[in-house]
């Protein structure tokens, strides 16, 4: 398994780790399989959506911010009450198929790791496996 680590800068923010998986895979050698990339946190998550207009990025975030507000009624001590919920909407993995040594995403699509309770230092993990095996 291979784990990453990576700096956010703002409270809220969806960072493109596209490459850094493309080139994980690439490492691997691995032709044919799948790609499991999960991150291991409470308050953030890993998502698959548009990267060529950052808009999409912006308006999620904003959209995300608006449905579940920072301050609330919330009883969890730690007040990130917000961070937790946009983490479990979102979700902890994604699963990308592996082809020809590739992976299969559609043209607009990257993948992003959402950090709603920056600025930390985090981590995701990427595990592939061959589907040849
Ligand atoms: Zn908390």
Redesign the pocket.
């Known amino acids: 398994m291979y784990i990453e680590t990576l700096r956010t800068h703002s409270k809220i923010e969806m960072i493109d780790i596209t490459g850094s998986i493309r080139q994980i895979v690439k490492k691997s050698g691995v032709k044919n399989g799948i790609c499991l990339v999960y991150v291991p946190h409470?308050?953030a998550a890993v998502t698959i959506n548009e990267n060529a207009d950052s808009s999409v990025k912006r308006d999620i975030i904003s959209k995300l911010s608006q449905l579940i507000p920072e301050g609330d009624n919330y009883t969890?001590i730690?007040g990130?009450?917000d961070?937790?919920i946009k983490s479990s909407i979102i979700g902890a993995s994604v699963v990308i198929p592996i082809d020809s040594g590739n992976l299969v995403l559609g043209t607009w699509q990257g993948i992003f790791f959402c950090e709603f309770d920056g600025p930390r230092t985090r981590k995701f993990f990427v595990q592939i496996v061959d589907s040849q095996k």
């Open positions: 409470t308050t969890h730690e990130n009450s961070a937790h």
